[in-house]
């Protein structure tokens, strides 16, 4: 059809709808918190002030210290298990 296979429209089809959201997300998206016509006034000051507190908070600490909060070595921890996990699967079968 039109000179193409069926996987080359199957491409198409998946690329249709995500150009279009696209399009919609660069049109009605504003670009900062000082064009967002749907918050208000007060709404604005304060996420400014959330914003630039967080920002403030972390120019102070490096950042590799970030690798030292439990978050992110409980999820370290979590993909280590998974890799050992595997490789023991693996390398426990005979051939």
Known sequence: M???????????????PCVALGRVVLLRFD????QARWLSDGERRLISV???RQ??????????RSLLMPGVLL??????????????????RRI
Do not use: T
């Open 55 to 64: 920002k403030s908070e972390i120019a102070e600490h490096p950042a590799w």
């Open 50 to 52: 959330q914003l630039d």
């Open 75 to 92: 999820l370290g921890f979590i993909y280590f298990l998974i890799q050992v996990a595997s490789y023991g699967r693996i390398s426990g």
């Open 31 to 34: 670009d900062g918190i000082e």
């Open 2 to 16: 039109h000179g193409l296979a069926g996987w080359q429209w199957l491409f198409v089809a998946g690329g249709l």
